[in-house]
């Protein structure tokens, strides 16, 4: 599970954001982790299917936009989905459950309210903060 932080997203991309970025940590990607070997990803002839999460579409343009390109959320979507290992077959990873666990996953670790309640919100993009203070909020 990776997060992004939108204005930073922008900031460092060499093509500029079309709209202004939210100032929140949003999702990246989901994907599986394996302990003991190299990472699979890359399925072919696998996409979203837009269908099965038409009911969570709404709260994922929040918690996992397309920050580049706000028009094109499910191609940002299936690019990340083309990752997944297996994605055809493995249970955790189905369209939907891999959605729906990452607004799950948003929810309990929710890192731009955990540094809002720490004060530290307010940073430039680009600004410095020592790692320990961020470990400590």
Same mark, same amino acid.
């Given at each position: 599970f990776t /997060? !992004? +932080? /939108?204005?930073a997203v922008c900031y460092f991309n060499p093509?500029?954001? *079309?709209?202004?970025?939210d100032k929140l940590?949003? =999702?990246h990607g989901l994907w599986p982790s394996n302990l003991n070997g190299p990472h699979p990803e890359n399925c072919t002839n #696998?996409? =979203? @299917?837009? /269908?099965?999460?038409?009911n969570i579409q709404a709260q994922l343009k929040i918690i996992w936009p397309n920050v580049l390109d706000r028009t094109n959320h499910v191609g940002?979507?299936?690019k990340q989905w083309i990752k997944s290992p297996? @994605?055809?077959?493995? #249970?955790?990873?189905?369209?939907? @459950? !891999?959605?729906?666990? #990452?607004? +799950?996953?948003? !929810?309990k670790q929710n890192v731009s309210g955990i540094l809002s309640k720490a004060k530290m919100w307010d940073?430039? =993009?680009?600004? *410095?903060?020592?790692?320990v203070d961020i470990e400590n909020a």
């Open positions: /997060q !992004q +932080y /939108q204005p093509t500029p954001c *079309k709209d202004p970025p940590f949003t =999702v #696998a996409t =979203v @299917n837009s /269908q099965r999460i038409t940002f979507w299936n297996n @994605n055809e077959r493995h #249970a955790l990873l189905s369209n939907s @459950n !891999q959605h729906d666990m #990452a607004a +799950y996953i948003t !929810q940073e430039p =993009v680009g600004g *410095k903060r020592p790692l």
